[in-house]
Each structure stands twice: as structure tokens, then as C-alpha cells.
């Protein structure tokens, strides 16, 4: 707890956040100083740059090119280099590698030329702009080869402008070449497309957003450490021109070094430590702790959706180690991977996978992309360990209809002998007071599955889980599944699980799983039949 103290501390050093608020100016300095002026200077984007120059190199230009990508990763700064690299007039026609220096380089660089028009589609949607634009197509360039235009947000077009501007693109005068961005593609008719060259721009990697980070860092003669890069480039979530930004702020903010307490602090994101602090308040069950640390999130201002957001990120960094997923995708430094690590080490892959899918459908409601993605990956891994259903709403729907008689033979015939061993060391781990076939009371409520499978959700099994068990319910399971089929094919197996009843394979996995187990518990009367019917709950019986 006296940990947290420093945690929460940050350290904000001199500058105070009267100068952060100067960053928008200050940002305009940085940005241009740092605007990329040759497509090898362009960060992230290799596949794109090549094409380009590739193209420019063989003269296949085209006439309309689409850009497609999210914001600030290098659409608007790429269609300003590519303008520069075909009106350059230090060479004879187009080139892939513009001088710079030239009055057209240097307009172009300043979106000062009268050549290269940059329209903002969002405020020029109407069909009466795009018209203008048909107009003005028709007049050679004054200067140039080319008289390019840079519609960026051209998703935002009305129906009639995109009309306008088919016909255009159908037959476009040979000095024209259109460059439309956006960042989604989805709303372009799909006759403007195919009109197009279109190039995908990708959100940038972390590692690359660091090297480039460093690179500035030490051009401009300041110094940041290694954490605070990384905290920088995770927060800006693959975007060059947030990550440009983030880091001017914090030039502002700090005297000396820039920390990772400071980036903390300027961007109000909750400390890591406090994550490892509520992860291992998790490991304990200290309710109370987590209340606290949800109290000191609030008290300390922090905004509560972005809270839960770094809660999920912290725990699929669990997932991907638990996984054995190599640590780049982690974006964290060495030294934190190595303590992650060690705290992923206390959870079954299927507890995180839980936990992971609990707190993503906790931060969807917040509608971030890394709500859809992590939960996309907890189902993938979900869904690669076992084709097995084994959410809780599975396991009483089958629990349940197995009382009222279903299907008890195909389960008898899925039994296999060797089934009862493998199951012995999931089977230690239940409920050692289970009073077993004695407790007849709780059998009369099968019609309540259907309710309590909101009500056992509810149950802090998954959200609080067992760290006794190194569990391996997950890992255990998959190379049995041919014996425990008996060698007869997959097939059989796979139909069995489609009906209502449980197989011996899934009783093991169940039984095996400690959020299932919770269930059991509960439901200890409908137990009592899944003994009888299979081999799994005899097992249990025999150890205790
Ligand atoms: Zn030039």
C-alpha cells in the first residue's frame, strides 16, 4: 500500500500545466520541423512509400489515388510528397526522390502552390464544390506538370458531389491527378474506388513510433527514459502525429528528463503499479483493496472509462504471456515484461481468458478499438484450446437437461475407460465438503436455470480468481481428445457435443475448469446426476 503513494505521486516537475497549454502552438513548430519530406523519412509506412516510388520510377501514374487510414499516421504528408515528387522541376518528369529545394518543393512543403489544391471534403461536400473543382480541372497547371487535388475526408461528399466527381475521374484531363483521402473507406461509392489506385496506410508499430520518438528526443537535445517512450507510443495507439503531439506536451511540461511518471501525468492515465496493485488485490481476494483503488482512481481524477480500458490492457498482456506470446506484442519495456511474467504465472490461460473477456465487454461500452480487439483475441484463444462451449450459460443449459432425462446413453457410450484417471487431478481440486448424493434439495429447480444463469454471472468466481490451482484444465485437455474418444474418429464426438447432453471429454473439461467448478458448486444437486452418468464425478467421489 505505501507503494501506492509513489505510484499516485507522478512527478510534476517544473513548467506546470499553464505551459501544457501552449502545446497547440508550440505542437505546429514541432510537427512541421518533423513533417516528413521524402517518402523514405515516412514512418510506418514502407508498403506504401515503395509502391509509390516504384511507380513514380516505371511512370505507371496514376491519375486518382485513394488513401485510406485512421488519422495522423501519414495520409495528408504522404499526397504532399507524392505532389512534390510529380511537380518537382529539379528533374525532367516525375521523380521518386523530389529535391527539396525547388520553388515547387518548397511551395508544395509550405501548401503554398497554386498547382496542388488540399480541399477539406468535409466543409467542400456539396455537388456545387465538386463542380467548381470539374471547372478548375480544365485550366493547365501554371507552374507545374500536374494540377493535383488533395480532397482529404472525402467519405463525407453528399451523392450528387461523388456523381460530380465520377464523371470527373471517368475522364480526367491528362495534367490531373486526384489524390482523395479518408478515413472510411467503407462510405466511398464503389465506382469512385475502382476508379482509384487505393493504398491502405496502417496504424505504426510501436516499436517504430519509438525509434522515431528517440530520434526527435535527441534532435532537440532533450532526454527521455526508455518507459516513457513506451507509455508515449502505447498512447498514441499507432498514430505518428498523436505520438508527435503527446511528446511536445511532455517538452513542455518537463525541464529535464521526461519520465514515465510524467507522461502518466499529462496524458491522466492510471500508474502500472496501480494495475499490478489491484492484480494482486484480485490474487487475495482484498475486496476492500479494490475498492480503495477505484476510490484513489476517482479521487486522483482519473477518467474511469480509461481506467477500465488500462485494467483490459494489463490483463491481455497477462493473456498474451500466459499464452507464450512473444513479449513485442506487449509494448512494455524488459524490465516490465519480466515482472508481467511473473503475475501471469498465477492465472490458468482460461481464467484470463475470462477476465479478458469480462473487462472488454466492460470497456465495448466505452466503444474503443481496444475493447473489440482484446476481446477478439480472448475468443480466438478461447475458441483454439477447445471447440467446447464451456461459458456457464452452456454448462447449465446441460446440467439442466440432463435432469429431465436427456440423452444419458450417447454420454454412457462417450465414457471411455482410460477417462477416470485423466480426470483424478481436476477431481482433487473440487469442493472437498460437498455432501454429494445426500443433498437432495437443490435437484427440485431445473425450471430456475434459466434465471440463475444471470445470477451465477453475477458470482465472483471468474472476476476473482483461484490462484491456488496452477490449474491446467486448458493445457491437459488437448492431446487426450483422440484417446479419450477412443480412437474412434472426431466426428462422433463432435455430433455428441451438439445434443444436449455431457460427454466425458466435456465433464473432464468442466470439472477441470475452476470457474465451472463454482457452478458445480452451486448446483450440487444436479451434480448428483452428472456422477451417475459419467465417469468424471465418480472420480471426485473416490478421492474424498
Ligand atoms: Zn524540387
Redesign the pocket.
Known amino acids: 500500500m505505501t507503494a501506492m503513494g509513489g505510484a499516485w505521486a507522478g512527478r510534476p516537475c517544473h513548467g506546470g500545466l499553464g505551459r501544457v497549454g501552449m502545446a497547440d502552438d508550440h505542437y505546429l513548430v514541432l510537427a512541421r520541423r518533423w513533417r516528413p519530406q521524402r517518402f523514405d523519412d515516412v514512418v510506418g509506412q514502407e508498403h506504401i512509400t515503395r509502391t509509390l516510388q516504384n511507380s513514380l520510377r516505371s511512370g505507371r501514374i496514376h491519375h486518382a489515388y485513394l488513401f485510406v487510414g485512421s488519422r495522423g499516421i501519414g495520409k495528408t504528408t504522404s499526397a504532399r510528397i507524392l505532389a512534390?515528387c510529380l511537380n518537382?522541376?529539379?528533374s525532367d518528369g516525375p521523380t521518386a526522390e523530389?529535391?527539396?529545394?525547388?520553388p515547387?518543393?518548397r511551395s508544395i512543403a509550405a501548401g503554398t502552390n497554386i498547382d496542388v489544391l488540399e480541399i477539406d471534403g468535409a466543409s467542400n461536400n456539396s455537388v456545387e464544390d465538386v463542380r467548381q473543382i470539374r471547372d478548375n480541372v480544365r485550366m493547365v497547371p501554371s507552374s507545374s506538370r500536374y494540377k493535383i487535388y488533395v480532397i482529404d475526408e472525402v467519405h463525407q461528399l453528399s451523392s450528387a458531389a461523388f456523381n460530380a466527381l465520377l464523371k470527373t475521374l471517368e475522364e480526367p484531363p491528362p495534367h490531373a491527378i486526384f489524390i482523395l483521402a479518408t478515413t472510411e473507406a467503407h462510405k466511398i461509392p464503389a465506382t469512385i474506388i475502382s476508379r482509384c489506385q487505393r493504398l491502405d496506410f496502417r496504424r505504426v508499430g510501436v516499436k517504430e513510433l519509438i525509434t522515431l520518438l528517440t530520434r526527435i528526443v535527441v534532435a532537440e537535445k532533450r532526454t527521455a527514459s526508455q518507459d516513457a517512450l513506451y507509455a508515449i507510443a502505447r498512447a498514441a495507439d499507432g498514430g505518428v502525429r498523436d505520438a508527435e503531439s503527446i511528446l511536445d506536451q511532455l517538452f513542455s511540461y518537463c525541464d529535464g528528463e521526461i519520465t514515465y511518471q510524467d507522461v502518466y501525468s499529462v496524458l491522466g492515465l492510471v500508474d502500472w503499479r496501480v494495475l499490478h496493485d489491484l492484480c494482486d488485490a484480485l490474487g487475495r481476494e482484498d475486496v476492500v483493496r479494490l475498492l480503495t483503488i477505484v476510490e484513489e482512481v476517482v479521487v486522483h481524477g482519473k477518467d474511469l472509462s480509461q481506467f477500465a480500458q488500462e485494467i483490459l490492457r494489463y490483463f491481455r498482456n497477462l493473456l498474451v504471456l500466459r499464452s507464450g506470446g512473444p513479449a513485442e506484442l506487449l509494448a512494455l519495456p524488459d524490465d516490465e515484461v519480466a515482472e508481467m511474467r511473473e503475475r501471469a504465472g498465477r492465472f490458468t490461460l482460461m481464467q484470463l481468458v475470462r477476465l479478458v473477456e469480462q473487462f472488454a465487454e466492460l470497456a465495448t461500452g466505452f466503444d474503443s478499438q481496444l475493447a473489440q480487439r482484446t476481446a477478439l483475441e480472448a475468443m480466438l484463444i478461447r475458441v483454439s484450446k477447445r471447440a467446447v462451449d464451456v461459458s456457464v450459460e452452456s454448462v447449465l443449459e446441460k446440467l439442466a437437461l440432463l435432469r429431465e432425462g436427456g440423452a444419458p446413453t450417447q454420454i454412457q457410450q462417450a465414457a471411455p475407460a482410460s477417462a477416470p484417471a485423466k480426470t483424478k487431478p481436476a477431481a482433487a481440486s473440487a469442493p472437498p465438503s460437498a455432501p454429494a448424493p445426500a443433498a437432495p434439495a437443490p435437484v427440485s429447480k431445473p425450471a430456475a436455470s434459466a434465471k440463475k444463469k444471470s445470477e451465477v454471472n453475477l458470482e465472483p468466481a471468474a472476476a476473482v480468481p483461484d490462484f491456488a490451482g496452477p490449474a491446467t484444465a486448458a493445457s491437459t485437455a488437448k492431446p487426450e481428445r483422440a484417446a479419450a474418444n477412443g480412437g474412434v474418429s472426431a466426428r462422433p464426438a463432435a455430433r455428441e457435443l451438439s445434443v444436449p447432453g455431457v460427454t466425458a471429454e466435456d465433464a473432464q473439461t468442466l470439472l477441470g475448469d475452476p470457474h465451472v467448478q463454482q457452478v458445480v458448486k452451486v448446483f450440487k444437486g444436479k451434480i448428483v446426476d452428472v456422477k451417475s452418468v459419467t465417469p468424471v464425478a465418480p472420480a471426485a467421489q473416490e478421492t474424498e
Not at 523530389?98 to 525547388?102: D, L, M, V, Y
Request: contains cysteine; hydrophobic residues 10%.
Open positions: 512534390r518537382c522541376l529539379s523530389p529535391c527539396g529545394e525547388c515547387n518543393c
